[in-house]
């Protein structure tokens, strides 16, 4: 069974920093890609970072140069370190796990975790 277990969340003001950890079970983390999305109140939930099981990187635009995402195989926990946070990244933040071993690009996430609320005060 995939577990995926997040942390890391909490209130900062803006221009403050926070990394998040996933910490993954349940499937051979190291073959698969990883992903952060985010839901912000009365929105859909998006997009935010991914790193594939080759550890390339792939980021939403409104977030490049802010937010890194890493991975330690392992440890099986993917991080994201999240610089410069604004108000509006205020949302809950969900790590994910691809579907498919050693896709060439990209994610299509089949299990989630259970999201860790990031604030950002102004």
């Known amino acids: 069974q995939v577990q995926l277990v997040e942390s890391g969340g909490g209130l900062v003001q803006a221009g403050g920093s926070l990394r998040l950890s996933c910490a993954a079970s349940g499937r051979t983390f190291s073959r698969y890609a990883m992903g952060w999305f985010r839901q912000a109140p009365g929105k859909e939930r998006e997009f935010v970072a991914s790193?594939?099981?080759?550890?390339?990187?792939y980021y939403a635009d409104s977030m490049k140069g802010r937010f890194f995402i890493s991975r330690d195989n392992a440890k099986n926990t993917v991080y994201l370190q999240m610089n410069s946070l604004k108000p509006e990244d205020t949302a809950v933040y969900y790590c994910?796990?691809?579907?498919?071993?050693?896709?060439?690009?990209?994610?299509?996430?089949?299990?989630w975790g259970q999201g860790t609320q990031v604030t950002v005060s102004s």
């Open positions: 790193i594939s099981w080759s550890a390339r990187t």
């Open positions: 994910a796990i691809d579907s498919q071993a050693y896709r060439s690009d990209g994610i299509a996430p089949d299990y």
